[in-house]
C-alpha cells in the first residue's frame, strides 16, 4: 500500500503543482487588487450594489461589504472555495479511474493488491492532495492577506473558516471518488464529478436567491460551511454529521461498485 501511495504521489505531482499554481495566483491578483479597492470602497460598493442580486449571489458578494480585513477575505475565500472544491472532485474522479484511461490497469491489478487496499491507498493519495491545497490557502491568506489588510485580528476567523473548506474539499473528494466507480468511462468520470459540482453550486446559488427554502441547504455541500455563517455562528454540528455520513457512505459505494466492476484494459 505505501508503495502505492508514493507512486501516486510522484505521478501526481505536477497537476498538484499546476492546482497549486492557480490558487497562488488568484491569491496575487486578490493582493494587487486590494489597494485600487481599499482606496475607492464606495464606488467599488456602488457598483457592485448596481449588479443584479442573482450575479452578487453567484459571485459570492451579496450581502458581503468591503470595509473590513474580514470582507476582502470572505469575497477572496469564495474564489478559493471555488478551485480548492473543482481540485478536490477533480482527484477523486481522475485518482480511481486513471489505470483505465492510461491503460495501465491490467499491470497494477495483477500485482498482489486487494482492490480494497489500492482504493484505500488512492484515498490517502487524494487526502494528502486535498490538505496540501487547504494549506496554501490558509498560508496565502496568511501571509499575503492579513499583512496587506493589517487584518491580525481575523485570523481565527481564517481558522474556522479554512476547516470548514477542508471539510467540504474533504466530502467533494469523496464525490469524485464515487462518480469515478459509478462511471465506467475515465473521462465520463471527471466530466460527472464536474457536474455534480456545477449543480451543487447552482442548487446553493438558488437557495441564497430565493432565500425562502433554506430547509432544502443539506442537499448542497455549499451551504454546509458557508463562509460567512460559519464566521457568524461557527461550524454546524448538523452539517458536520451529515457531512461524516455522505462521506462514508460515498467511500462505502465505491468500495463496493469498483470491486465487482470488470475494468477496462
Known sequence: MGA???????LGRRSLLVWLIITFVTAAFGALEYEMVS??????EQGINAMP???R??????????????DYYLVMYFWYALIAYAHAVSVGASLLSKEERDKTAEYLYTKPYPRSAIINAKLVVGIINVAA???????????ILVPLTDGREIMPEIAITTAGLILTQMLFLMFGFLCSALVRNP?????AGFYLLLATYLLAVAIEYLGTVNYLSFLTPFHYFNALVVVEQGISSLFLIISAILAVLSILFTHRLYKTRDLLV
Not at 502505492?4 to 510522484?10: A, G
Open 4 to 10: 502505492i501511495i508514493l507512486k501516486e504521489l510522484k
Open 39 to 44: 482606496s475607492n470602497v464606495e464606488m467599488v
Open 53 to 55: 442580486r442573482i450575479v
Open 57 to 70: 449571489v453567484m459571485f459570492g458578494i451579496d450581502g458581503v461589504g468591503l470595509t473590513t480585513a474580514l
Open 133 to 143: 491545497m487547504a494549506l496554501l490557502i490558509w498560508l496565502t491568506s496568511v501571509v
Open 187 to 191: 473521462r465520463k468520470a471527471v466530466s
